[in-house]
C-alpha cells in the first residue's frame, strides 16, 4: 500500500539526518533545523499521501532552475535556448567556473548555477521577476508562494561566486544583458518559499506530461517536460546525478534549501523537504527516502519487475 511505503520510506529517512549538514554558504539557511523531513506524495488518481514536515516553508534554491529552464523552453523555444546551453552532465560541483572558463564557452547544462544564470539572462529581456512568480505560483498550484526576503538578501549578501559566474558569461558573449541584475533575478528565484506539497505537484504535472491533473489544464507542452525530465534524471541531483540514476532512477532535481521535486511517469509527483545535506547539496534524509521508496514500489525508470 502507499501509506505504508511513504511511511516506512520516511521512517528510513529519518535515520540518516545526523549524517549531513545544513548549508550554511548562505547564512540564512543556515537556522533550518537538521531534522526536519517532510514528505508529500500526490499520485494521479488524486491521492495524497503526507509525512512529517508538509507544512514547513522553505526556499526552492535551484529547484526553480527547472521553473525558469520551463518558461523559457516555452517562450523561445528548444533551439535557442540549447545554443546557449549544453545538456552534458559537468560532473563539477553546482557552482564551479571551472569547466565554464577552461573547457567550454557554454555552461554544460541549465542545472547547474552557470546554465540557470545563462537561462535567466536569455529569459529577463522578456519577463518579469512577477511574472515568474506567478507561473511558480501556477505549475506548483501554490498561490502562497512568495519571496523569502531574509534569504534573498544573505543570497544577494554572499553571492560573489555567482556574479563571478556571470561576469565570465558575459566576458564570453555568452550572456548579453546586465550582469547584476540578471544574476539579481536569479537570487530571487532561488529564493521563493515553497513547501514539500508545492514541490510535489509540480511534480505531478511533470509525471502528467505537462498537463494540470486537477484542472486538465495544459500548463507545459510535451516537448517542454520531456526535455526538463531527461535533465532531471542525468543532472538534476548534483554531481551525485549518475549514482542517483542508477540507485534511484526517478528523474528529481534537489536544492540546497533541502528541497527535491521527484516524477515518476504517468503516476506520481513527490515533494521532499529535510535540510540536512550530504556532501553534494542533496537532502540526505530525502535521498534514503526516495531510494527506499522506489527499491518498495519498483519506481525505478527502468524497472521491469
Ligand atoms: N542559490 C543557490 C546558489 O546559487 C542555489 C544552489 C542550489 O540550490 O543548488 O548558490
Redesign the pocket.
Known sequence: MLEDAVKSAWQYGRRFLLNGKVAD??PELSKASPVYLGVCVHTMDGKTVEYGDVDQRFTI???SKVITLAMALELLGFDKVFSHVMMEPSGDS??SILKLDTASNRPYNPMI?AGAIDVIGLLAPEVSFETLLAFARTICMDDGIELDMDVYRS?AFT?D??RAIGYLLKSKGVLSGDVLSTVDL??RM?SLSVTARSLARLGQILANGGVNPVTGERLLSAQTVRTIKTLMLTCGM?DRSGELAVRVGIPSK????GGIMSCVEKCMGIGIYGPSLDEK?NSIGGVYLLEHLSKEMHLHIFDSE
Open positions: 554558504y548562505i534554491q535551484s529547484i553546482f557552482n548555477n543570497e553571492g561566486r555567482n536569479y537570487f532561488c548534483y534537489s536544492g540546497v534549501g547539496g
